[in-house]
């Protein structure tokens, strides 16, 4: 089972929106509605912030946001903040039960 | 509130099997599954495999298959994983991860997660 594609990187300024991208395959993102979003912060356990691919738990910020078209999972934050900068992780179940990370996206607040 | 409680870090050598423990706390522990997810030094997260604590049914990542166990133990709701024949490259720290639900869609998000458990591999 091979990672999700993601963004090693991205940025942007305090106010702006990002979007980072999960590219999978038809054997995984493409086959089911169940992308989910994690935040890690340096030294903490993962938080989650979507799950099936763009509900938002309770508690998380109506600026993260999640969709997902054929292969490819999508996460925006708009209004970005400087607590938001943070590693990001895709996860997909991949059938059999089974499930897959993406490699991580570092979100830098410049 | 929901909790999982992991065990200590923990040093081994190469060739050696580590066990770490997740004690659940605040939910019925037999209603959700259990994930196991590892995360090496500066890298990502990566999904090891679940246990269905009502009757210890598992499913491993295919790179784990035959190195790792999930077990539990329902009188103290604490799931373990054994991972053995270790090597530098599994050093990390393991976490247990709850999921949100109980359906289908519903085991594939981890809304609960442990502290994490750093575990060393080195002679």
């Known amino acids: 089972q091979s990672a999700l594609t993601q963004p090693a990187s991205v940025s942007g300024s305090p106010g702006q929106s990002i979007t980072i991208s999960c590219t999978g395959t038809s054997s995984d993102v493409g086959s089911y509605n169940l992308v989910s979003w994690y935040q890690q912060h340096p030294g903490k356990a993962p938080k989650l912030m979507i799950y099936?691919?763009?509900k938002r738990p309770s508690g998380v910020s109506n600026r993260f946001s999640g969709s997902q078209s054929g292969n490819t999972a999508s996460l925006t934050i708009s209004g970005l903040q400087a607590e938001d900068e943070a590693d990001y992780y895709c996860c997909s179940y991949a059938g059999s039960n089974t499930a897959v990370f993406g490699g991580g996206t570092h979100l830098t607040v410049l | 509130q929901v909790q999982l409680v992991q065990s200590g870090a923990e040093v081994k050598k190469p060739g050696a099997s580590v066990t770490v423990s997740c004690k659940a706390s605040g939910y019925s522990f037999t209603t959700y599954y259990m994930h196991w997810v590892r995360q090496a030094p500066g890298q990502g997260l990566e999904w090891m495999g679940i246990?269905?604590?009502?009757?210890?049914?598992?499913t491993y990542a295919q790179k784990f298959q035959g190195r790792v166990t999930f077990t539990r133990d329902t009188s103290t709701s604490t799931v373990y994983m054994e991972l053995s024949s270790q090597r530098s490259e599994d050093t990390a720290i393991y976490f247990c991860?709850?999921?949100?639900?109980?359906?289908?869609?519903?085991?594939?998000?981890?809304?609960?997660w442990g502290q994490g458990t750093l575990v060393i591999v080195s002679s």
């Open positions: 991860a709850r999921p949100g639900g109980t359906t289908m869609g519903g085991t594939w998000f981890f809304d609960n």
């Open positions: 099936e691919a763009s």
């Open positions: 246990i269905n604590p009502s009757d210890g049914s598992t």
